[in-house]
Structure formats: structure tokens, C-alpha cells
């Protein structure tokens, strides 16, 4: 060995020390690869973020073949180390050789390339798939057969790995961190969709659909000037079409159907009948997750939310929705038009507007078990019909009723900014 030159043998300790960095950036550029971002850059046709792909569909062998490199190259640098530091100062030189390889291999090996990899993890994974990918491949029996060891030890002190079939599903609440963890990279519109779909799982059909009070539809035995007349002046695409009451529902009208008719002279009662589709009802309780893949398998957008007796409580579209999930499509029809801000912070609000809705879009806690409106959660409260100017507090909210209409609440005034 004293016949080995010094500077061969400083020309190999650099090259040990830069083999073992080598193979510390590259599990880490590699394993840090952002999955989703690798498989756009396949699909764009990237050769390198394919090869990084063939890499990382077996982790264990890549790792085994870039811990066996870098423990290796270390050993090697350490007997370089020492032989060189016991040529030049005997058994001091062997001591501070250890001494200042550490430091080296800590910072050089270790620290730097890693910390750049982590920063950097595109662009040193996808340089180095094209160089590791046939080198894993020499040394795949070396490799599967330390594999095979540790597995046997892993087995002995029953730690025995568990067989990967893919990965685990994810809840709901990891789904919704997950999300939350990206929005510096994701655009605001596009998370606010993702929250949205999310979402539809806490959500049930009552919590946004139409009230009953509320549903626009046609009455069969109405006049047929009447008749006529709504079909002509309505706003509105799909209609309930019912006998005398709602309950007696005989189909949905869609407005595109009847079109056509409205020109015939012999249109009548009959033939407005005969246009009719079926209605779709929903049961209570129905997430609307659930219920969007009902409407889709059926090729349907209404149905009517009807309660355990069979009695029609609501009106729900696919409109309705989709709204939950990315925002109002239309501002004429928002709920936001039952509140209205008065110039002492109040707020007018229309008590057929849903306590969901109100909740989401105002920020407010209102109790959300139970009655599914404004209207329905006072009576709730107050056990009787409140009169005009009657003060009272829900749930930490002060109200005053503006308004009654029947035997309903139509308008109250709440104070918000008393809630603590």
C-alpha cells in the first residue's frame, strides 16, 4: 500500500465522497418526486420522468441499490481516510483523517445534496433516472438477495412487512387535508371545487333543496287560460305538474317539450298530460354525493324530496348541486337575495332560506339538526306563531320578526355581530 502514490490516493477519497453524495441526492430527488406532477410529464411525453416512473414502481430495490452504494462508497472513503492520514502523520494522521472525514462526509455527502434534492427534486430525480436505471438493473440479484435477508430478519423479530395492495383509501378529513395542503400551487377557483365535492357527503337533499312553500308548479285543474299564460311567462325549465295539490304531483313538464305544442290549435289538457315525464322522488336523509350519482345512473335532473308518509317536503335539482360545489351559476336565483344588509349591521333575511345556506354563506352557527329552514327552526324555538315585532334569541342570535305570512315566519331581522 506505501507503494501507492499520494495523490491516487486523494484522487480516489474525492471520488468516494463524491459517489456517496451521488447516491444520497438521488434517493432523495427520487423519492421526493411529486407522483401526480410525474404522471403529467408522462403523459406529455417526457422520456425521463418515465424511466423515474419505471424506478419508483419497485422503491425497495432502488433504495437497496442507493443505500448499498452509499454505505459502500463511505467504507471506502474512511480506508482511504486512514491510509492516508497514517502516511502522513502515522497514528495522529489516522485521527484527524477520521476526525476531518466526518465533518466532510456530513456536510459533502450527506447534508448538501440532500438539502438540494429536497429543493430541487425535478430537476436532480428526473437527471439521475437515465444514469441509476440500468445500474439497478446490473445489480438487481445482489440487491433482491439483501432484500431476501432483510425481509428473513424483519421475520425473526416478527416485524414482518405487511403485503402492499395498493395504496389505502383515504378518508374524508385526509382527503380535505390533502387539499388544504396545496393551495400555494392550486388556483383559489380550483380548490374551492374540491372543498365543494368534498363536501357534498355532509350534506343531505333538505339541506338545499326548494321548500314545498316554495315550489313553482301547474295545477292541472286550473283554467287553461291560466294555464297557458304560465307556460308562456315562466322562467323556469322543468315544472311540477300536480292535481289540485302537491301531493297529487302527476309528472314533471319540461319546458322544451311543450314548446312545439303551445303553436297547435287543439293543444289542450290532454295533450299537456301526455307531455309530462316521470318524477323522480328522493327520500329524506340522502347525502348529495348520493344523490348526484342517482340523477346521473337515471339520466335525471329534479326530483321531489318527499318525507317517510309519502308527503312532498321539496323540490331538488341538479342545479342545486352542482351550486355546493362550485358557487351560485346564476345570481338571479341565489339564496343570497333573501339577506340584505341594513345600514345598522342588520340583516333582513327571508325565513325560507335553508340553515345551511345560511350557515355556508354568512358564516353564521345556526343549529343545523332538525328543521332545515329559517322558518321552520323559530317555530321550532318559539313553539308558536310569533307575531309582527316579536324580539327573541336563537342560538346566541337576536331576532325580530318582520314579517308573517300565514302560518309562517316569511321575514326576521338578526344582529350577528351580538354572537360572541
Known amino acids: 500500500m506505501n507503494d501507492i502514490p499520494l495523490s491516487l490516493l486523494f484522487g480516489g477519497l474525492v471520488l468516494s465522497v463524491a459517489l456517496a453524495a451521488f447516491c444520497a441526492g438521488a434517493e432523495t430527488g427520487l423519492m421526493a418526486l411529486n407522483r401526480h406532477r410525474l404522471r403529467y410529464l408522462i403523459s406529455r411525453g417526457q422520456r425521463r420522468a418515465a424511466i423515474a416512473a419505471q ?56 447534508l448538501a445534496p440532500k438539502t438540494a434534492a429536497i429543493l430541487n427534486p425535478e430537476r436532480i430525480g428526473l437527471t439521475l433516472a437515465p444514469i441509476l436505471l440500468p445500474l439497478v438493473r446490473l445489480f438487481t440479484p445482489l440487491i433482491w438477495m439483501l432484500n431476501f435477508l432483510t425481509r428473513g430478519l424483519l421475520w425473526l423479530e416478527r416485524l414482518v412487512p405487511a403485503h402492499d395492495n395498493g395504496s389505502e383509501a383515504l378518508s374524508q378529513e385526509e382527503l380535505r387535508s390533502v387539499v388544504n395542503a396545496v393551495t400555494e400551487i392550486v388556483p383559489r377557483r380550483h380548490l374551492r371545487t374540491l372543498m365543494g365535492l368534498l363536501e357534498l357527503e355532509n350534506i343531505e337533499v333538505e339541506d338545499v333543496m326548494v321548500p314545498r312553500a316554495e ?11 291560466e294555464l297557458l299564460t304560465h307556460l308562456t311567462t315562466t322562467t323556469h325549465t322543468h315544472l311540477p305538474v300536480y292535481r289540485g295539490n302537491l301531493d297529487q304531483v302527476a309528472g314533471i313538464l319540461h319546458i322544451r317539450d311543450v314548446l312545439p305544442l303551445l303553436i297547435r290549435p287543439d293543444f289542450d289538457r290532454a295533450g299537456l298530460s301526455q307531455a309530462l315525464r316521470e318524477i323522480h322522488f328522493i327520500p329524506p336523509g340522502i347525502s348529495l354525493h348520493t344523490q348526484l350519482l342517482h340523477f346521473q345512473q337515471h339520466g335525471q335532473g329534479l326530483g321531489l324530496v318527499v318525507n317517510e308518509y309519502g308527503d312532498i317536503r321539496g323540490l331538488l335539482t341538479l342545479k342545486d348541486i352542482l351550486e355546493e360545489i362550485v358557487g351560485e351559476l346564476a345570481h338571479e336565483s341565489s339564496e343570497l337575495h333573501n339577506i340584505s344588509l341594513e345600514s345598522d349591521g342588520s340583516y333582513l333575511v327571508s325565513c325560507g332560506v335553508s340553515v345551511w345556506e345560511l350557515n355556508r354563506q354568512m358564516g353564521w352557527k345556526l343549529p343545523m339538526k332538525g328543521p332545515k329552514t329559517l322558518n321552520g327552526l323559530i317555530l321550532e324555538q318559539v313553539e308558536t306563531i310569533p307575531a309582527v315585532g316579536s324580539h327573541f334569541l336563537l342560538a346566541g342570535y337576536p331576532m325580530e320578526v318582520v314579517e308573517i305570512g300565514g302560518n309562517v315566519v316569511k321575514t326576521v331581522r338578526i344582529k350577528p355581530e351580538s354572537q360572541d
Request: proline share 4%.
Open 55 to 110: 424506478l419508483l414502481e419497485h422503491p425497495d430495490r432502488l433504495m437497496g441499490f442507493l443505500l448499498l452504494g452509499n454505505t459502500f462508497f463511505k467504507v471506502c472513503a474512511a480506508g482511504l481516510a486512514a491510509l492516508i492520514g497514517w502516511r502522513l502523520e502515522g497514528d495522529v494522521g489516522v485521527v484527524v483523517a477520521a476526525v476531518l472525514l466526518s465533518l466532510v462526509v456530513l456536510v459533502v455527502a450527506d
Open 215 to 225: 315550489i313553482i308548479g301547474l295545477d292541472l285543474e286550473d283554467p287553461w287560460p
